[in-house]
């Protein structure tokens, strides 16, 4: 079982950027882990996610270019560039037992973080 606790969300302008951080209670390697958020009344989208390794990467579509997910021995990152207004959402840091699908799909995901707002203005 692992813990996750996600911070570093906040309100930011169009254009701008945010670093989400997703503390970890076990070491990275140990897990596939991802990055998915839910916006009010809408499904929730996965966003990044990588495999345990670190080597193979997965974004979800309408962030391909602008965020990117790192990673060390015990944090997951999530880098937001070129912020927009449809970027706002409740963010959650995610967590599975391999094997890693790298399919962005939540029920995949047995373990999740309690989320961090992330809201931008136009």
């Known amino acids: 079982q692992v813990q996750l606790v996600e911070s570093g969300g906040g309100s930011v302008q169009a254009g701008g950027s945010l670093r989400l951080s997703c503390a970890t209670s076990s070491f990275t390697y140990k897990y596939c882990l991802a990055w998915f958020r839910q916006a009010p009344g809408k499904e929730r989208e996965g966003v990044a996610g990588?495999?345990?390794?670190?080597?193979t990467s997965a974004y979800g579509s309408s962030v391909k270019g602008r965020f990117a997910i790192s990673r060390d021995s015990r944090n997951v990152y999530l880098q937001m560039n070129s912020l927009k207004p449809e970027d706002t959402a409740m963010y959650y840091c995610a967590a599975r037992i391999p094997p890693c699908t790298m399919t962005l799909r939540g029920p995949e995901y047995e373990y999740w973080g309690q989320g961090t707002q992330v809201t931008v203005s136009s």
């Open positions: 990588f495999d345990t390794t670190g080597g």
